[in-house]
């Protein structure tokens, strides 16, 4: 069966240093890969996404994830954390009609 | 505005008693569908929708039904709540299928006594 895995539940970082969440999915064949933001008491948006082309691509809001294909992997990257960066991030592939998320992993940035 | 909209948004009721929750999307999407978000659990899907009158059970479909009659509109009924059903409930819908960026709407606390 389809799954995804964050492997960071909770980080908890001071504003200006760097993110890198993990996000590792099992599935064979073709994905589109999502990065998903939840800011507190908010819905769900996009960050980013990956359907095919460059392994790297660029969110909103400074965010970028590089997809390698060999290590199922899908790891979004951030150079410099602010506090508005706060929020629950999901990591979530699209494979054979399902969107399946992972657990989540919440971020805290302190000023 | 393009939007998912759901009602209510939050919601107190008691075991057993039948509730329906709306979701209605204004982008002529054909694909929609419901999550429940539960802590540590992140979103697991309940029930999907690729058009109208086609409906299929994702990942915890136990509890509710849906239905899809009109192509903005996807209910999600609970026939018989309880206590386990108490969580934060998200509507999605996407242009096509699954994909396609899903935009959510801004979720329904449903809490069960």
């Known amino acids: 069966a389809q799954s995804v895995s964050q492997h960071n539940h909770h980080v908890i970082l001071s504003e200006a240093a760097s993110l890198e969440l993990g996000c590792n999915y099992s599935?064979?064949?073709?994905?589109?890969l999502f990065w998903y933001v939840q800011y507190p008491g908010q819905h769900l948006q996009l960050l980013l996404k990956?359907?095919?082309?460059?392994?790297l691509v660029k969110g909103i809001k400074g965010f970028e994830a590089e997809f390698i294909k060999s290590k199922f992997s899908f790891n979004l990257r951030k150079p410099s954390v602010q506090w508005s960066d706060t929020a629950e991030y999901f990591c979530a592939v699209n494979a054979a009609d399902k969107l399946i998320f992972g657990t989540g992993t919440r971020l805290q940035v302190f000023p | 505005e393009a939007q998912v909209t759901q009602n209510p948004r939050y919601l107190i009721t008691v075991t057993g008693k039948k509730l329906t929750v709306t979701c209605s999307q204004n982008?002529?999407?054909?694909?929609m569908s419901w999550y429940r978000q539960d802590p540590g659990l992140g979103l697991r899907q309940i029930y999907y929708s690729m058009n109208v009158e086609v409906t299929d059970k994702g990942d915890v479909p136990e509890g509710y039904k849906v239905s899809r009659k009109e192509k903005r509109n996807f209910p999600l009924i609970l026939e018989s709540p309880s206590p386990n059903q108490t969580s934060l409930y998200f509507c999605a819908s996407s242009l096509s299928r699954g994909y396609n960026e899903q935009f959510f709407g801004p979720g329904t606390r449903l809490t069960v006594l």
């Open positions: 599935y064979g064949g073709t994905v589109n």
């Open positions: 982008m002529n999407h054909e694909y």
């Open positions: 990956y359907f095919s082309g460059d392994p």
